[in-house]
Each structure stands twice: as C-alpha cells, then as structure tokens.
C-alpha cells in the first residue's frame, strides 16, 4: 500500500508485506509505547482487522487483531492491557473514519490464508534485551540468556534470602507468568523446565513472595512498561532456547562469581534473621558457608 495513517500516540505506515506502527514520545503518550518505539507487523501475524468507536466522543479505532501465538509480548500480557495501551489500537479523529474503513478492508484483504488459525512462532520481535525493573522484593535484569534476580533486604522474604541471589539460564525456562502491577497480587514469575522438559508443576502453587524463581510487584513496582517488555523478550528468548542449542548451561550460570559487597550484605541479613529467629544456628552457619563458597 506503502501510505501513511496518522492518530492519536501512533502512526501506521503500511508497506507490501507489514505495517509499521511508530509511537509517537509525546508527555500523553503511554509509556509502554515509548519503550516499544516502533513494531513491524507483518500480515501473517494477523487474524483481522476491526473498526468500532474509538474511547472518548468523537473518535474512531482501528484495531488489527493478532493472532494468538504470534506477539510474545501480547502473550505475556494474557489480555491484561488496558485499551489505553494496546500497541494495536490507532485512534483517530471521527471525521478520518472514512479513511480508516478503507483501510480496514485494504488491510484485510491482505492477511495471510493462515489468518483463522494459531501461530506456531512468534513473528513480532519482542523488545530487545538488555533489560531490568526493580520489583519490590529484588531487581530483575535479562541480557538476552540469563535471568537474575538480585533481592532487595527491604522487601524479600526471608525465604528468598535463605535461597539467595539467583540466576536462571533460559535454557532452564519453560515460560513466564506475568501478572498485572495493576491487580492485587502483580508478579513475574519464571516457569522453570522439569527434567520431563515440562513446566514444573511446583512454581505455580507456591506464593510469589516465598518463590526464589518470581518477583512481587507493587505501588511504584514492577510498571507495566518496565516488567512486560522483559517478560516478552523472555519468552521469546525461551522459544528460540527449544531450537538454538547455543544459550549457556545452568550450570555454567551459576559457575559465576559473586560479588563479595553482595556475599558481605546477604551475610550481615543472614545474620540479622537468625538474630530474629528466622533461622536457626544451623540454617544460619550452613548458608553462610554457601555463600562463601561462592567468592
């Protein structure tokens, strides 16, 4: 088509085989588009295309439905984006609703004879790591193999802390469960893969603030725009682990060394729970050793 629809945040600039949505960096413009800048979504990745009244007077939208399997960062999400923030939403003006009807059917007319049906793969590349946020219980950073989880002593658990700092390889991961920082109980947690190379049945029984493989939101914690671009370049980068052999090991994951300011203060908390009760002498002196062992 190789035109230029203009609304409200974003721009779609339709090309032979996608259209390329760029996200305007504006004060009013959601943040979650400011951290996706721009996506290329080819036809293929779409099932249809609707065109219903947009949210406030005097506004059309135009929505291009993906199909499912086929965003990993609308996989993530599981539904849970506001309208406000659907990356596949253009608002427009109601008197460009005419324009955009034409679109609509040109852009229909253009999905792949797969339209109807499931994605095997993600076509739409998911932000790119690295990336990190800071949840309430730890800071969490992706560099594209591994997963870290760094606890705040502020915020974790004793149970986390027992555990420690952790580091999960992707090649580990079965998936990622992302709960909303706008629900009451918002987490991201790390499906881990069983010897099976099944999701392990355990993660998603244990509460989020005693799980040493998620994190917890909050107020101020774990932003939509911070924590659903690093769920979905996880997820991705889980999918592409089942077919590229070249992510590290768990193993050598955790063959790196520690920081020793970080042993030093996971020590002094260790023995400030144990000062507590939380732990026992035993519990105390055994983790303690773990932790130097890591130098």
């Given at each position: 088509m190789g035109d230029v629809l203009a609304g409200i945040h974003?721009?779609?600039e339709f090309d032979t085989d996608a259209v390329l949505i760029r996200f305007e960096r504006g004060i009013r413009t959601p943040k979650l588009f400011h951290v996706?800048?721009?996506?290329?979504?080819?036809?293929?990745?779409?099932?249809?295309?609707?065109?219903?009244?947009?949210?406030?007077?005097?506004?059309?939208?135009?929505?291009?439905?993906?199909?499912?399997?086929?965003?990993?960062?609308?996989?993530?999400?599981?539904?849970?984006?506001?309208?406000?923030?659907?990356?596949?939403?253009?608002?427009?003006?109601?008197?460009?609703?005419?324009?955009?009807?034409?679109?609509a059917t040109e852009l229909q007319s253009a999905l792949g004879r797969d339209a109807d049906l499931d994605a095997g793969y993600f076509m739409v590349p998911a932000p790119t790591a690295p990336l990190h946020f800071k949840a309430f219980d730890g800071k969490v950073s992706f560099d594209?193999?591994?997963?870290?989880?760094?606890?705040?002593?502020?915020?974790?658990?004793?149970?986390?802390w027992k555990a420690g700092d952790q580091s999960f390889a992707v090649s580990e991961l079965a998936g990622v469960d992302w709960r909303s920082p706008e629900a009451a109980d918002g987490h991201l947690r790390l499906i881990r893969r069983g010897p099976d190379g099944k999701p392990e049945e355990s993660d998603s029984?244990?509460?989020?603030?005693?799980?040493?493989?998620?994190?917890?939101?909050?107020?101020?914690?774990?932003?939509?725009?911070?924590?659903?671009?690093?769920?979905?370049?996880?997820?991705?980068?889980?999918?592409?682990s089942e077919e590229d052999p070249c992510f590290p090991h768990p193993d050598s994951v955790r063959d790196a060394r520690a920081d020793p300011a970080d042993i030093a203060e996971r020590i002094r908390h260790l023995g400030d729970l144990h000062t507590a009760g939380l732990l026992t002498r035993d519990e105390f002196t055994e983790k303690k050793r773990e932790l130097l062992a890591e130098l």
């Open positions: 974003s721009s779609w996706l800048g721009e996506r290329r979504i080819p036809y293929e990745a779409l099932s249809s295309v609707e065109l219903t009244p947009g949210p406030r007077r005097g506004t059309v939208a135009l929505r291009a439905v993906p199909r499912p399997g086929a965003d990993p960062l609308l996989d993530a999400a599981g539904g849970q984006l506001r309208e406000a923030v659907d990356p596949y939403r253009l608002v427009l003006p109601a008197e460009r609703e005419a324009l955009a009807a034409y679109y594209g193999k591994v997963v870290s989880f760094r606890w705040f002593w502020t915020g974790a658990s004793s149970a986390k029984g244990e509460p989020a603030d005693q799980n040493p493989a998620a994190v917890v939101f909050g107020l101020g914690y774990g932003l939509v725009h911070e924590s659903l671009p690093l769920a979905a370049s996880v997820l991705e980068a889980v999918q592409a």
